[in-house]
């Protein structure tokens, strides 16, 4: 009885899985002060579902504690530096993730987000990792440059706004 019920507690495992975006790492291009720094952090800070924001003057990078349970909208987080008056160069994303089966060219729902990924093996995420955001608005030109020869595509799996995405 102990081995049937080990089985199905294996299969059913591979059924379920489970990711949360927890935190953002975003790096602001075209900061000079500390002005800036708290023009970007007074900004962000009030998006509806950020918890927390930690700048690192040094870096030019912003902590961003996101709100448990909430749908989240990287494209508000990229409005608010912009409205800050700066852009963004690198937006990584910190994530738990629970049996997410992630590959090349496959979508997966989190967060309410759509994310495509590219040049990614075939894997199962489980426990923290960051994952980066190669769509235009969230990286630098130079850096986007290494990422504009991949194909985008979408397998109409889901619809809305569909992030590109890598490990």
Do not use: W
Not at 86 to 100: C, H, I, M, P, T
């Amino acid at each position: 009885m102990k081995k049937i019920f080990l089985i199905i507690s294996v299969v059913l495992a591979g059924y379920f899985a489970s990711a949360q975006i927890i935190s953002a790492n975003l790096q602001a291009a075209g900061l000079t002060c500390a002005m800036c720094t708290r023009a970007i952090d007074k900004s962000l800070s009030k998006v509806s579902f950020v918890k927390e924001v930690k700048p690192d003057i040094k870096s030019s990078s912003f902590e961003i504690v996101f709100k448990e349970g909430n749908n989240l909208n990287f494209d508000a987080l990229g409005k608010a530096v912009e409205d800050a008056g700066f852009s963004v160069a690198k937006l990584e994303l910190k994530g738990r993730f629970d049996n997410l089966k992630v590959g090349n060219d496959k979508e997966v729902q989190i967060n309410g987000n759509t994310f495509h990924f590219l040049k990614v093996n075939d894997q199962t995420l489980n426990g923290e990792h960051t994952i980066l955001l190669i769509d235009r608005n969230f990286l630098g030109a130079r850096d986007f440059k290494k990422y504009n020869d991949i194909p985008r595509s979408s397998s109409g799996k889901y619809s809305g706004r569909i992030y590109n995405v890598t490990i």
